[in-house]
């Protein structure tokens, strides 16, 4: 050898007669089984091409591999092993320039078939394939840099190489890697394992992908996973991920992130479980991208993630449908919790992935998803629920608004109108989503994950009397003047949402926990004076409500409500320090405590707490008043005038046209009194019902002068300081109470005077009726006062 060796490289022209005759040689020696010298003419063709490195060893190399393929023919395990050892030797040589018209499609057929080796004797079974991933390995460090020549990322070579790694790769012992990446095997195992091998071969090929061939290394995974049924369970299929995630250049990975979509709706009428496992392995990805790289995927993400949710409700409610009519269904229930997990998986997923994006991207990504709510009056959202039906509806509108509680969860904006835009709150508060107790609570839970800015939620969890609020160690800031906007702006909109919550009869105790988290938070991040003077006015009108019962509520959430009621006015009244408000607070408590614990949040709440059969008969003191509250305030510097104006909800239009009962049926028929001076102890309800008596005095004419000059003061005054959005929720309010009393008035027979009283406009918001004198009304037997 040493003499053939230095003939080689003195004469390389020789080197092409040198390769032919001992390739012709090793072909005879191999047809004639004579291995010995099969052994001794490729370790010299071994040594030759280790040792030359000239020009002239082109033609060699071609009768190397001409020689390398016999081997790798043979049937015998020995000869395909020496064959793979010789070849895996020329792919570690680095030639000067490339061979073009060299082609491996032989070897990359010939090695994964070697993968897929089934020899009976499993040691034999072993070596050959792991010879077989070996050579993978070899053509692939051989071919994959050289940029002129891009044959191995060929899909029909792709779809070769990859099973046959994959194939491999199954045997392999998953653990759970979910905190980082998969674990690179010991160096003493990659030689005796083939699946550590495979591995080790994957992640090398996949890193030396690059953008135009990206796709061809990953399809063929997909295809695996399918022939296999390696979705359900799909350890594996997250195995294999991970590898690829960390394996390939993180600015690639949204093209991974794409194809897992694509495949998704490729298998989109799949059963569940299989949706479930290619959704959870689009989790794991988008883990490891969002560190990196999300690149222009991230409303394509959003839109499919809620395309398949939509899809998995409309499969569930059709299966809900078919098995009430009868139909042949082997086992809808575990059918029911199958697309349940699929449901669970997607909303996981959209949580990830949305809480790993920056400010900006996330809301974004809020108003994406709140523009699928279906809500009434919206025909912006997209997703197609012709075919759900109600259950369907509600069942979509649960799901977005989980997925939207995921994303924002974390969320902090530095003003409440970026986190709580317009175009956001609107459907968000729409009474469409509070026609379920769940529907409101995950609504409450969104609106906190927005407006706890300074982490504070985790402090008033759960309703309770606190003893000292100083000792939660609030964190707060002053309120500036884009919160202030907000407030003026829609403030009355969150009022109306807290006080209509309250009083629907579903809820339940967690119901009343967010509500009363609701109204602290409002008065930490939200809350200035005239803030907290709206606030008061929505507690006391809470607990009018649940005095008066107009919606027959049970007397559990009346309790309720007078409880809920209890413990924000406990926390405002420590958060605003006025000494003379937090007496009379306490006060309330004690006696209530004594006398009336059920209207207390530590025993309403409690498992079998007693409760009363009504509260008309309870004692004043039992309440908190208004006055009180105004002389407290009043003391302190604030502005109580408004104080004595009861609390209205703004109607709109979706409560008269929606399928919930309409506002108007739930706020009495009431309008308001401004009276001369802070009212009296008896009675927190300063309303008056509007009847014929009360109708008569408002036109009586004795001291008329005295009484229009202080009505005008107070309706100057409260016109220059109330909200424009709660003066008009009050005239409108009351022009539609008023039109309905109206024409109950007109039913009645009633004797005209001797003489005209006077004249009355009255206008509504379906008529107007001139100015006349009453006698001349016309009605032959009726008058209107």
């Not at 994964?112 to 390995?137: L, V, Y």
């Not at 098995?323 to 997923?349: F, H, M, R, W, Y």
């Not at 006391?540 to 209890?566: K, T, W, Y």
Request: glycine share 4%; proline share 5%; aromatic share 8%.
């Amino acid at each position: 050898m040493e003499k053939l060796t230095f003939y080689a490289v003195s004469a390389p022209e020789k080197l092409d007669r040198i390769g032919s005759y001992l390739a012709e040689r090793l072909s005879r020696d191999v047809v004639r089984h004579r291995s010995g010298y099969v052994l001794i003419a490729m370790e010299a063709l071994d040594q030759l091409l280790m040792a030359c490195h000239s020009q002239s060893i082109k033609p060699f190399v071609e009768s190397f591999l001409h020689m390398v393929a016999k081997l790798l023919e043979s049937g015998e395990p020995k000869l395909q092993v020496l064959g793979t050892n010789s070849f895996v030797k020329f792919a570690n040589i680095e030639e000067d320039t490339p061979s073009y018209h060299r082609r491996y499609d032989f070897f990359v057929s010939r090695f994964s078939a070697m993968c897929h080796s089934c020899h009976s004797d499993p040691e034999i079974r072993t070596e050959i394939r792991i010879a077989g991933i070996r050579g993978i390995q070899g053509v692939v460090r051989k071919t994959v840099n050289d940029e002129l020549r891009a044959t191995i990322w060929e899909p029909q070579h792709m779809d070769k190489i990859v099973p046959s790694l994959l194939f491999n790769m199954q045997k392999i012992e998953e653990t759970d890697s979910r905190t980082g990446p998969p674990p690179s095997p010991p160096a003493t195992d990659k030689e005796e394992n083939p699946a550590v091998l495979a591995e080790n071969c994957f992640r090398e090929l996949l890193g030396r992908a690059t953008f135009g061939n990206m796709n061809n290394a990953v399809r063929p995974v997909f295809a695996h996973l399918d022939h296999h049924k390696l979705w359900d369970p799909n350890e594996f299929a997250v195995h294999c991920f991970k590898i690829i995630m960390y394996s390939i250049q993180a600015q690639y990975s949204h093209h991974v992130i794409q194809e897992i979509l694509g495949h998704l709706d490729a298998r989109k009428k799949d059963s569940p479980r299989v949706r479930a496992g290619i959704i959870q392995v689009l989790l794991e990805a988008v883990a490891i991208a969002a560190k990196g790289s999300i690149g222009p995927t991230v409303l394509e993400v959003f839109n499919t993630l809620l395309k398949h949710l939509r899809l998995s409700v409309e499969f569930e409610a059709n299966d809900l449908q078919g098995g009430s009519v009868g139909s042949v269904n082997l086992n809808p229930s575990s059918k029911d919790n199958d697309e349940k997990i699929v449901q669970n998986a997607i909303i996981q997923t959209i949580g990830f992935f949305g809480s790993n994006l920056p400010d900006y991207q996330r809301s974004e990504i809020m108003m994406f998803i709140m523009g699928k709510v279906p809500v009434f009056g919206t025909s912006t959202h997209t997703l197609d629920i012709s075919q759900l039906g109600d259950l369907g509806t509600r069942r979509i509108q649960i799901m977005l608004l989980r997925s939207l509680l995921m994303v924002t969860s974390g969320y902090k904006a530095k003003t409440i109108v970026t986190a709580l835009p317009g175009s956001f709150l609107d459907p968000l508060l729409s009474p469409s989503l509070m026609e379920d107790y769940e529907l409101r609570q995950l609504v409450l839970e969104v609106m906190h994950n927005l407006m706890d800015r300074h982490d504070n939620r985790a402090k008033l969890r759960g309703i309770r009397i606190i003893p000292d609020v100083a000792d939660l160690k609030i964190k707060r800031e002053k309120i500036c003047r884009q919160d202030t906007s907000f407030m003026k702006k829609n403030g009355q909109q969150l009022y109306r949402h807290i006080y209509l919550g309250c009083k629907e009869e579903d809820n339940v105790q967690k119901n009343y926990e967010l509500l009363y988290t609701s109204l602290a938070l409002i008065t930490i991040e939200l809350a200035n004076e005239e803030v907290v003077i709206d606030l008061i006015r929505l507690a006391i009108a809470l607990q009018d409500s649940a005095i008066i019962n107009e919606d027959n509520l049970p007397m559990f959430h009346r309790c309720g409500i007078m409880a809920l009621v209890a413990a924000y006015l406990n926390f405002v009244s420590q958060m605003i320090a006025v000494p003379a408000f937090c007496q009379h607070v306490s006060k309330v408590i004690e006696i209530r405590t004594m006398e009336a614990p059920y209207f207390l949040p530590e025993h309403i709440f409690r498992d079998k707490c007693m409760l009363p059969k009504s509260l008309e008969k309870h004692d004043k003191n039992l309440y908190f008043l208004t006055n009180k509250i105004a002389e407290s305030l009043g003391g302190s510097g604030y502005s109580v005038e408004r104080l004595s104006v009861p609390y209205v909800p703004q109607v709109t239009d979706e409560d008269r046209l929606s399928r919930r009962k309409s506002i108007v049926d739930t706020v009495s028929i009431q309008v308001d009194i401004l009276p001369n001076s802070i009212p009296s102890d008896d009675v927190v309800n300063n309303t008056e019902e509007i009847t014929f008596e009360a109708l008569k005095k408002a036109i009586d004419t004795s001291g008329m002068e005295e009484q229009e000059k202080e009505k005008r003061r107070l309706v100057i005054e409260k016109f220059q300081k109330a909200p424009f959005e709660e003066i008009a929720a009050q005239c409108e309010s009351k022009a539609n109470l008023l039109h309905d009393r109206l024409a109950q008035i007109l039913e009645l027979t009633i004797r005209p005077p001797p003489s005209p009283s006077g004249t009355l406009t009255i206008t509504s918001g379906h008529a107007q009726y001139q100015s006349v004198p009453v006698y001349e009304m016309k009605f032959p037997d009726l008058c209107v006062y």
